[in-house]
């Protein structure tokens, strides 16, 4: 839940919507974290890669070397050779379920 309100605080403050979410690292194994993400903050998660600091690092010196030519390259050579989970949020009530999380913790 306060992934998903801070989610919220940073379009806020950026006044840009953020449509959706990757998580990466060991956290796109966890399968109910990626989940609960994506219903309460009511967008799409993609979950993977794993290894992403270093596969990270190896596009970073592709692109430097010339061997690909920009990032959005790069990122389609992550997309087409490593799994991507993909998460879509359920239909709920946020701002009730937002209110009764307060109430509780206040």
């Not at 990626?34 to 993609?46: D, F, K």
């Not at 920009?70 to 799994?83: G, H, K, M, N, P």
């Amino acid at each position: 839940i306060l992934t998903a309100f801070h989610l919220d605080h940073i379009e806020e403050t950026i006044n840009q919507p953020i449509h959706h979410l990757h998580i990466v690292g060991g956290g796109a194994h966890n399968n109910y974290l990626n989940e609960c993400i994506a219903t309460y903050s009511q967008r799409t998660v993609y979950a993977g890669p794993t290894e992403a600091t270093a596969i990270g690092n190896l596009l970073i010196q592709l692109i430097a070397d010339q061997k690909i030519d920009c990032i959005d390259t790069a990122r389609r050579l992550v997309y087409d050779s490593f799994e991507i989970q993909q998460f879509s949020p359920i239909n709920f009530n946020k701002e009730e379920l937002f209110n009764k999380f307060l109430s509780t913790i206040s």
